[in-house]
C-alpha cells in the first residue's frame, strides 16, 4: 500500500464532499466549455488540438499577483502568510482582506492579457496558492488548522476572471498551484517560510495533502471541459525537505491525479521535477496518461558553471532519460557568462536569454519565462519593468497606515507605473514566432 494511500478514507470523502457541495454552490450559470481555442490533449511527446495539429505553448508567468513576493512585488515581507497575518492582526479580517484586493485589484488587470497576447505569446502561467480558495486565518490573524480551512465565498473571482480574460485574448491557462498547505518547499514563492510539513508522515502532513487534494478537486471541478485551460500544473518545486523529488512526491501527485481524473478525465496533468529528468518516475510507473513532465532552469552566477556546460548537461539528461512526454520550462531566467569565470567572459545576458530561447524552441520544449512583471527598473526578469519615472514606495504591512497601503498597492497597475522592458520583450517575441522543434543550421549558439 502506498505510503499517503494511509490518508483516512473518511476524511478524505468529506473533503471531497464539502469541496464539491461548495462548488456546486458557487459555479456561475454560464457554460464554461464554450472557449475560441481548441482543446489539446498527449499524444506520444507532443502537445495537439482536437484536429491532431501540434501546439507549441510559449508564455508567460503572471509571478507576484496571487501569491506576493518580496523582492519582485512592491511589499517589503518575510512571505505572503506572514503578510496577511499582519493585516489580520492590526485591520481585521474585513479590512486586511479589502487592502489585500487592493493590491491584486491592480498588480493584474484587463490591459496585461492584452500586452501579453501582443508580444506573440499564446499561454500564461497562473501561479496561485490554497490561500487563494481557503480562509485560513482566523479573525485576529491566528493559523488555523488544515482540517479548520473554509471555501472563501469569492474563491474563485480571481481565477474565473484570469480565465476569462485569457479566453478573451486567445491565450491558453496553466493553473499552478504555487503553494500548498504546509508548504512543499519553505521558501517565499510557497507564501509560507516558517517550516516544510506537507510531506511530513504525521497527522498534520495529512491534513496538509488532504487540504491538497481538495483544492485540486474544487480546480477541476469548476474548470472541467473548460478548453481554455490547457493544462493544471500540480506543485511548484515541491523540494520537501530533502531539496529533490522523490517517492514521497510521486505519491502525492499520484492522489491529485486521480482526484483531477475523477473530475476532469480529459485535462493535461503537469508533474514538476526537482530539478532534472532523471528525479521523475516514468508516466507507465503510476498509470499516468495525458500529462506532462516540468523543469525550471536558473544557471545562477554564483554556481560559476559557464552557460555551455548548464545547458549541454540539460541536452544530455534530456535524451538520457526520455520519458516521451511533453517537456515544459515553466520558468527560467538567464545571464551571461561576463559574470562568471568560466565561459564565454564577453557573453552578456541578453545573448545568454537570446539563447536559451532558441534551444528550448528548437528542442520542441514548451516555455513561459518567469516572469510577466517585476517591481525593477532594469533587468530581464520582468517583461515589463518599474517605470523610472513611478515611485518606488514598497509597503511595510506592519508600519505602514491603512491609507499609505493602499495608495502604493493602488499605483501598482500596470498602465500607471510600469512599461514594457522593450529589448528582453522583443527578443521574447522574436522566439516566440520561431518554428517549433527546428534545430537551427548550425547548431544552438549557447551550446556551440
Not at 519582485?72 to 518575510?78: L, Y
Not at 515589463?384 to 491603512?402: G, H, R
Not at 522593450?422 to 522566439?431: G, I, P
Request: glycine letters at 6%.
Amino acid at each position: 500500500m502506498k505510503k499517503f494511500r494511509v490518508i483516512s478514507a473518511v476524511m478524505t470523502a468529506a473533503v471531497l464532499l464539502l469541496s464539491a457541495c461548495a462548488l456546486a454552490a458557487c459555479n456561475p450559470d454560464d457554460d464554461n466549455s464554450v472557449s475560441a481555442l481548441p482543446a489539446l490533449s498527449v499524444s506520444d511527446d507532443k502537445i495537439v488540438d482536437t484536429a491532431g495539429n501540434e501546439v507549441a505553448l510559449r508564455g508567460t508567468n503572471l509571478g507576484g499577483w496571487l501569491v506576493q513576493e518580496g523582492w519582485m512585488c512592491p511589499t517589503v515581507q518575510t512571505d505572503y502568510l506572514t503578510t496577511m497575518r499582519t493585516l489580520y492582526s492590526r485591520f481585521g479580517k474585513t479590512k486586511a482582506e479589502e487592502l489585500l484586493d487592493v493590491y491584486e485589484d491592480n498588480w493584474i488587470t484587463d490591459v496585461d492579457f492584452a500586452n501579453i497576447a501582443a508580444m506573440g505569446l499564446n499561454t500564461v502561467r497562473i501561479p496561485f496558492t490554497y490561500m487563494t480558495l481557503y480562509y485560513t486565518l482566523d479573525d485576529e490573524g491566528n493559523p488555523l488548522h488544515p482540517s479548520e480551512y473554509t471555501l472563501r465565498e469569492d474563491a474563485f473571482e480571481r481565477l474565473d476572471y484570469a480565465v476569462e480574460q485569457c479566453k478573451k485574448n486567445g491565450l491558453y491557462v496553466i493553473l499552478d498551484l504555487h503553494g500548498a498547505a504546509g508548504s512543499q518547499n519553505g521558501k517565499d514563492h510557497s507564501g509560507d517560510t516558517s517550516d516544510i510539513r506537507l510531506f511530513d508522515d504525521d497527522a498534520y502532513g495529512e491534513a496538509c495533502r488532504a487540504n491538497t487534494v481538495a483544492v485540486w478537486t474544487a480546480v477541476a471541478t469548476r474548470y472541467a471541459g473548460d478548453t481554455t485551460i490547457a493544462a493544471f500544473d500540480l506543485l511548484n518545486e515541491p523540494e520537501g525537505r530533502t531539496g529533490e523529488t522523490t517517492t514521497a512526491q510521486f505519491e502525492l501527485y499520484d492522489l491529485l491525479y486521480d482526484a483531477i481524473r475523477l473530475r476532469d478525465p480529459a485535462r493535461i496533468v503537469i508533474m514538476e521535477s526537482v530539478w532534472e529528468p532523471y528525479s521523475l518516475p516514468s508516466p507507465k510507473t503510476y498509470g499516468w496518461e495525458n500529462v506532462m513532465y516540468e523543469y525550471h532552469h536558473y544557471n545562477w552566477t554564483s554556481s560559476n558553471e559557464s552557460n555551455k556546460s548548464f545547458y549541454n548537461k540539460k541536452l544530455m539528461m534530456d535524451t538520457l532519460y526520455d520519458h516521451d512526454v511533453p517537456v515544459l520550462i515553466g520558468e527560467f531566467n538567464a545571464w551571461g557568462d561576463a559574470g562568471r569565470t568560466a565561459g564565454n567572459r564577453e557573453q552578456t545576458d541578453a545573448e545568454a536569454y537570446a539563447g536559451v530561447l532558441e534551444l528550448y524552441t528548437g528542442q520542441g520544449w514548451h516555455w513561459t519565462t518567469w516572469t510577466y512583471k517585476v517591481n525593477a527598473t532594469s533587468g530581464n526578469w520582468g517583461l515589463y519593468l518599474l517605470n523610472p519615472t513611478a515611485s518606488d514606495d514598497k509597503v511595510y504591512p506592519a508600519t505602514d497606515t491603512e491609507e499609505k497601503i493602499r495608495a502604493i498597492w493602488s499605483a501598482c497597475n500596470t498602465s500607471v507605473s510600469y512599461t514594457i522592458n522593450a529589448e528582453h520583450a522583443d527578443t521574447v517575441s522574436h522566439y516566440a514566432a520561431q518554428p517549433f522543434g527546428k534545430t537551427p543550421e548550425g547548431g544552438y549558439s549557447l551550446t556551440a
